[in-house]
């Protein structure tokens, strides 16, 4: 027996270290990193600048040597020729060739080639982009999961109180004092009460599930916050926003409009090159294996190119106002992207400023209503109210509570929008 005690010891201790490894503890910053490393959209985007990278590398080998072998065989089926009245057999032939070209100007490779680097750097501000939005999910996923846990706290308290004077009213029901309707309306608010939490653990439940897939967290694991909603709000109370804080050249939907801008007039030139010639050399070894009597052609080959468009037809010309039109699109598009992060500001600091005082408002909201929830609490256990006037009161607190909590949120997603305006993330 004592054996059976000592392995069902080990095998509950094993469980447990099992769970603990199977259970992340993060911190919102750690929970940044994660996310990071195993965003599945984030590993695509990150996949689209090493695309990015190998399209620069493609576009700078056309301009590097290009080097080409072959080897051919021909028969003519041992057909005779007569020349000068004698006949010549025409014997098999067979060459082996390798031809070296080098690309010496082209204005439109030169240009391309800035158009590739310039796509590289857009991909990694793209990326940049993605890193923005990931955190700002799980940030905002953070603050939603302890919202929830703070709902649950303040139903899970109003239940227990709301248990206990369901009991008490119940027996002095039953010794006369009090009717069964009075009974039946706290069974029935706490009812309502039980169902909310219920609502709410399956909202948590999805909240989690959402935040698990954001994290990219592998099946099987699960994940337990660990900072304090407190921590944030402290931290927020102390840290005002001011103007100078806000650098439009910061955000990183402008740098990106601006790239955009750049490649743009970059494009403009691209087109405009295709009038311009192009130069180009080359140099060919032909080994010859079979040979014929009447082969003439030299082994060594070399040479040059010069092309030069003369009519297209007016294509050309059409591509080259093509790239103009868009840059004015891409113009007018930075003006607007201007002109909405300014508003974007005004409003963001105006809505952080409003979900501030209203935070402060509905904690003082909340002390006082859990004072006057305690002074009812005690004048009841003392049969100086009814449980139906401390039932009123503790539902009061609750929704105070509930209050406190929903300005709490608005004020942590009002810090965010801001942080991720200024890409403060």
């Known amino acids: 027996m004592k054996r059976i005690w000592i392995i069902g010891l080990a095998l509950l201790g094993f469980m447990s270290i099992s769970a603990q490894e199977d259970t992340l503890l993060l911190s919102l910053q750690q929970a940044h990193e994660y ?6 959209n984030l ?3 990150t996949k689209d600048v090493l695309i990015a990278r190998e399209q620069y590398k493609e576009a700078l080998g056309q301009g590097l040597p290009q080097i080409n072998g072959s080897v051919d065989y021909s028969t003519n089926f041992q057909h005779k020729l007569s020349l000068m009245g004698a006949p010549i057999e025409l014997e098999d032939q067979s060459n082996a060739n390798i031809q070296v070209t080098q690309l010496i100007f082209s204005g439109q490779y030169f240009m391309g080639l800035k158009l590739a680097k310039l796509g590289k750097e857009i991909s ?6 993605t890193e923005l939005e990931t955190k700002e999910q799980v940030t905002n996923l953070y603050y939603t999961i302890l919202v929830s846990h703070q709902f649950l706290n303040n139903l899970n308290q109003s239940i227990s109180e709301n248990e206990d004077v369901l009991h008490h009213t119940n027996n002095m029901f039953k010794a006369g004092l009090l009717e069964q309707t009075d009974v039946d309306q706290i069974r029935v608010t706490l009812s309502q009460l039980k169902n909310s939490k219920n609502s709410t653990e399956r909202s948590l439940k999805y909240a989690y599930n959402l935040f698990q897939f954001t994290l990219g967290l592998e099946k099987g694991k699960s994940v337990k916050l660990v900072d304090d909603i407190d921590s944030f709000l402290n931290y927020f109370a102390n840290n005002t926003i001011s103007e100078s804080q806000f650098d439009i050249n910061n955000n990183i939907n402008y740098q990106l409009v601006l790239s955009k801008e750049e490649l743009d007039k970059k494009s403009v030139n691209f087109k405009k090159w295709a009038y311009a010639p192009t130069v180009s050399a080359f ?3 032909t080994e010859k294996l079979l040979v014929s009597g009447l082969d003439f052609a030299p082994n060594h080959v070399a040479g040059a190119t010069l092309s030069v468009p ?3 037809g007016g294509t050309k010309r059409a591509q080259v106002s093509q790239a103009k039109i868009e840059l004015e699109k891409t113009l007018n598009s930075k003006q607007m992207l201007e002109d909405n992060l300014y508003m974007q500001y005004n409003q963001l600091t105006y809505n952080y400023s409003n979900a501030y005082e209203n935070y402060l408002t509905q904690k003082e909201n909340v002390e006082v209503a859990k004072r006057v929830n305690e002074s009812y609490l005690n004048k009841f256990r003392h049969g100086m109210i009814s449980s139906l006037d401390l039932t009123q009161v503790n539902m009061n607190y609750l929704s105070a509570s509930n209050s406190y909590v ?4 608005e004020l942590l997603q009002a810090k965010l929008q801001l942080d991720k305006l200024f890409n403060t993330l």
């Open 310 to 312: 003369i009519f297209s």
């Open 406 to 409: 929903n300005a709490s949120l």
């Open 124 to 129: 990694k501000k793209t990326n940049m982009l």
């Open 43 to 45: 590993q695509n985007a």
């Open 35 to 40: 996310a990071l490393e195993n965003n599945k």
């Open 283 to 285: 140099y060919s070894y």
